[in-house]
C-alpha cells in the first residue's frame, strides 16, 4: 500500500512540477541513455533535485537519487514518507556532531550498489549574487574513489524565482535544466584543480545574460 502511494504522490510531484515551471531539459554535451551517473547542479531552491528528477526520462528517474540531508528530511513524517519513499533519497547526516556514519561511505554505497544521484556541491542554498559557492570536497571524493562513474554537470536556470525564500505559493515561470559534458577526476588531479574545473564546466552552462 505505500509503494502505491508513493508511486501516486511522485506522480503528482512530477505533473505540478510540470505545471508551475513548464520546465524543459536541454541535453548539451551528453545524451539521456541509461548509464549510471553522478549529476551535480546549482543549489538555489529546495524544489532543485525534483526539477532535475522532473526532466529525466522515466528510465533515468527510477534509478536516480537525490543526495539529502537526513536531518532535514527526516524531522517530520509526511518528509520522511518524501524523502524515503517517494524519492528514494541518499540521506546523510550533516551534522558533524551527531552523526555515526560517514557521509561519504553512505554515498559510495548507494554507487556501488548501481544508483545515479543528484548532488549539490555547493553543500547549501546560494543566495549571494555570485553563480556559485566554493564546493565542497564530496564530488571530488566520488570520483576519485570511483572514477569509472560520469560526473555530469546540470545548471538550473530560473527555480529561485519559481520559489523564492520564504514563500509558500510558486509563481509559475519557465525553467530549464541544462545537463553538460561530463567529467572525471583525473589521474593525480589535485582537489582544488578539480574542484575548480568541475565549477567552470557548470558556469559554461548558465544561459547567457540569465541573472544569478
Avoid at 537525490?66 to 546523510?92: C, H, K
Wanted: glycine letters at 6%.
Amino acid at each position: 500500500m505505500k509503494a502505491i502511494l508513493a508511486s501516486l504522490t511522485g506522480g503528482a510531484i512530477l505533473i505540478f512540477a510540470r505545471l508551475v515551471t513548464a520546465v524543459r531539459g536541454i541535453w548539451d554535451g551528453i545524451e539521456p541513455v541509461p548509464a549510471q551517473r553522478v549529476y551535480f547542479a546549482n543549489h538555489t531552491s529546495n524544489g532543485d533535485f525534483i526539477l532535475i528528477w522532473t526532466v529525466l526520462p522515466t528510465t533515468l528517474r527510477s534509478r536516480t537519487r537525490p543526495v539529502a540531508g537526513s536531518d532535514y528530511w527526516l524531522a517530520s513524517p509526511i518528509r520522511r514518507f518524501i524523502g524515503e519513499d517517494v524519492f528514494n533519497a541518499v540521506l546523510v547526516d550533516r551534522r558533524p556532531e551527531a552523526r555515526d556514519t560517514d557521509p561519504m561511505d553512505t554515498i559510495l554505497t548507494a554507487v556501488d550498489e548501481g544508483s545515479s544521484l543528484i548532488i549539490f556541491p555547493e553543500g547549501t542554498r546560494n543566495m549571494t549574487e555570485e553563480p556559485l559557492l566554493p564546493f565542497k570536497s564530496g564530488i571530488y571524493n566520488i570520483s576519485s574513489k570511483r572514477p569509472e562513474v560520469d560526473l555530469v554537470p546540470v545548471w538550473i536556470e530560473n527555480l529561485n524565482h519559481v520559489m523564492p525564500k520564504g514563500k509558500v505559493i510558486p509563481i509559475p515561470l519557465l525553467c530549464t535544466v541544462t545537463f553538460g559534458a561530463p567529467i572525471r577526476a583525473e589521474k593525480d588531479e589535485v582537489r582544488e584543480a578539480f574542484l575548480e574545473r568541475a565549477s567552470a564546466a557548470l558556469i559554461a552552462l548558465k544561459p547567457e545574460g540569465a541573472a544569478s
